[in-house]
């Protein structure tokens, strides 16, 4: 073989970046080769990574710096795979759990943060802790951090105190997020400025911000974000004139995004003086283009929009919305239990394929929109039932305009109001839904008049999945075809009825979506 030619394969055939490993007393020549002579210290393993390489972490607590080095942090180097959830013996990475072998990296530094019962109440950050917890800047694509807990980095005016990444591609997958907390920032857990991040099958639970927007995600700058089977639960967001929205989600990055598949449960944005206005229990989204698809919205609260919040365009999928509150604190707040929008400039609210239930709010507990311009509501598909508000359960508190759809009291209008106008309401009735369980088990039986009664055309570009990840065009023949398109047709709300019922899916359960 000729040099040249050794040259050139050295060149074109890519080499295998090596494996570094961090274990807690491990008792070797803290050279990171392998588990006998792990470094004890991640620092260690960062300062050494290449791009290419992988880190792989032990279970155990690590802390980014010593008592009262608040701005002390984990920089992960670009092009690095960080892995957590070893014991100290494997030898190939798919034997790891991360769930039972947590490996955290907290930012109690002096661990002695104290939490109440429930944990907020009393919540004392005694010694000083990480302001952030974990750093990237200017990672590259095929940079990953992987099975990691990222706990009680306190943002205090510092942005993504669990995770704050700038300029940053970079994939978030298997982590959990938890006790975090921020002031006047952005992002308890994670903050992403500019790029864009992947981020799967992530926690962020217990989480918590005064005047934080976004306490689980943030985005800003030009940024955009992919979340997919992700669950958030129970983060706190209080807010101001201006911050203290989404306690899940807040998207203020220009890029578009999307969030599929995922859970918001009691995520609860509130204004701190009663004169602030709070948006977007689950997400509130100030930024570019968003899509939801295949998500539960269970019991969160905000002023407008116990679900969702958007100034901007919108399209939601395949999605349930109950229990979610807009309580009004003041004339600026109380709309849109479920969902609520106003636009600025010419934007659309579609909405397809929906259950919106027991939702409730000061005025329209199901979804509520206004504005200035020419914007458009596109609301179609979707089963409105039992939404309330000031007038109890009318039309108007389920929405305002839809076709094909199956609406709670659709002509009962509020006492003293004009009679509803049909012809907001194209091919939508009121027949009961027919329920396997009202309000437990929210798939339809056979027999409901909502079985084959969609337009499929406004499914176009949205997918083939209902939100239990199963077939979303499926034919029962013993129901007649009322609906609009070439059957199969769909069925109205976010559950198709056959396949939902047929696969053995226990009641109350949503497939793929990641529980406490």
Request: include cysteine.
């Amino acid at each position: 073989m000729t040099l040249a030619i050794a040259a050139f394969l050295s060149w074109a055939v890519p080499v295998e970046g090596k494996v570094v490993y961090v274990r807690h007393g491990a008792a070797g020549n803290n050279t990171g080769v392998d588990w006998a002579n792990a470094f004890t210290n991640p620092h260690s393993a960062f300062q050494t990574a290449l791009s290419g390489d992988e880190i792989w972490i032990a279970k155990g607590v690590y802390h980014p710096g010593e008592p009262g080095d608040v701005n002390a942090s984990f920089a992960i180097p670009s092009g690095v795979k960080v892995f957590g959830g070893f014991v100290g013996t494997e030898w190939k990475r798919h034997q790891r759990n991360w769930t039972l072998n947590e490996t955290i990296f907290s930012g109690d530094l002096g661990d002695d943060d104290f939490f109440g019962n429930p944990w907020y109440n009393g919540w004392l950050v005694n010694s000083p802790n990480s302001l952030r917890v974990v750093t990237l800047t200017g990672a590259a694509q095929g940079t990953v951090v992987d099975g990691l807990v990222i706990a009680q980095g306190n943002g205090i005016y510092a942005a993504g105190a669990g995770l704050s990444a700038e300029s940053s591609t970079f994939e978030l997958r298997n982590c959990t997020f938890r006790r975090n907390s921020g002031y006047q920032t952005r992002g308890s857990c994670l903050y992403v400025l500019n790029g864009f991040a992947t981020i799967s099958n992530c926690r962020f639970v217990e989480n918590w911000g005064r005047f934080v927007s976004g306490v689980g995600i943030a985005t800003a700058g030009s940024a955009g974000c992919l979340v997919s089977g992700c669950y958030f639960y129970d983060n706190h967001a209080e807010a101001d004139a201006s911050s203290g929205n989404g306690a899940g989600i807040e998207f203020n990055g220009t890029a578009p995004s999307v969030v599929v598949n995922c859970t918001f449960k009691s995520n609860v944005s509130l204004p701190f003086f009663s004169s602030y206005p709070s948006y977007g229990g689950g997400i509130h989204n100030f930024g570019g283009a968003l899509t939801v698809d295949r998500c539960t919205f269970d019991g969160n609260t905000a002023g407008l929009g116990g679900g969702i919040h958007s100034w901007k365009p919108i399209t939601i999928s395949n999605s349930l919305f109950q229990y979610n509150r807009a309580p009004a604190a003041n004339d600026a707040s109380g709309v849109g239990g479920a969902v609520s929008a106003y636009f600025y400039q010419d934007y659309e609210l579609k909405m397809v394929g929906c259950t919106i239930v027991r939702n409730t709010a000061h005025e329209t507990g199901g979804v509520w929109y206004n504005g200035i311009g020419n914007y458009i509501t596109d609301i179609s598909n979707c089963i409105f039932w039992d939404n309330s508000d000031y007038d109890g359960v009318v039309s108007q508190a389920q929405v305002k305009k839809a076709s094909y759809s199956c609406i709670h009291n659709l002509w009962i209008s509020r006492p003293g109001e004009d009679p509803i106008d049909p012809e907001k309401f194209p091919n939508c009735f009121d027949s009961n839904p027919q329920f396997i369980t009202f309000p437990t088990n929210l798939r339809l039986k056979l027999t409901s008049p909502c079985v084959d009664a969609g337009d499929k055309t406004k499914f176009a570009g949205l997918g083939n999945f209902d939100r239990n990840n199963l077939l979303r065009f499926v034919d029962v023949a013993t129901a007649p075809d009322t609906g609009n398109g070439t059957p199969p047709l769909p069925d109205l709300g976010c559950f198709e009825a056959a396949l939902g019922r047929h696969l053995g899916i226990a009641d109350g359960e949503v497939a793929g979506s990641i529980q406490p």
